[in-house]
């Protein structure tokens, strides 16, 4: 018997609904709360960015996410098209994760001191 290999899974990138695009490298990670729910489809608005400019964004699930909730999800940004030929994004989700009892805050001030580590042994 021998063994297969197969290709690691690229490691999921944290980033802001507001910057993505067509041309995004999947996977990507998102933090967001559920604005509406269906079954297989949810409106996701961004935590991780300023109040101001957090953008929306409409998750393909399996399943249904709860309405206020907040959720890491992780997967593949796709298009679809509109009916007047404009196409906008949806995220196709493999895994999300309830995160409502996290501290935004903390979370958001770990990041930073986690890049500036990064940039101190960098130098």
């Known amino acids: 018997m021998t063994e297969e290999k197969y290709p690691r899974a690229k490691p999921a990138k944290?980033?802001?609904?507001?910057?993505?695009?067509?041309?995004?490298?999947?996977?990507?990670?998102?933090?967001g709360i559920v604005v509406e729910a269906q079954p297989g489809i949810a409106l996701v608005q961004d935590i991780l960015d300023d109040v101001d400019?957090?953008?929306?964004?409409?998750?393909?699930?399996?399943?249904?996410?709860?309405?206020a909730q907040k959720y890491i999800l992780i997967g593949d940004v796709t298009e679809k098209k509109t009916s007047d030929d404009d196409k906008e994004l949806r995220l196709a989700v493999s895994l999300s994760y309830n995160i409502d009892s996290l501290d935004i805050a903390l979370y958001k001030e770990t990041l930073e001191l986690e890049e500036?580590?990064?940039?101190?042994?960098?130098r």
């Open 14 to 31: 944290l980033i802001t609904v507001r910057s993505l695009s067509a041309d995004t490298e999947n996977p990507v990670k998102i933090m």
């Open 53 to 67: 400019n957090a953008g929306s964004i409409w998750a393909i699930v399996e399943g249904m996410l709860e309405i």
């Open 116 to 122: 500036k580590v990064n940039q101190a042994l960098s």
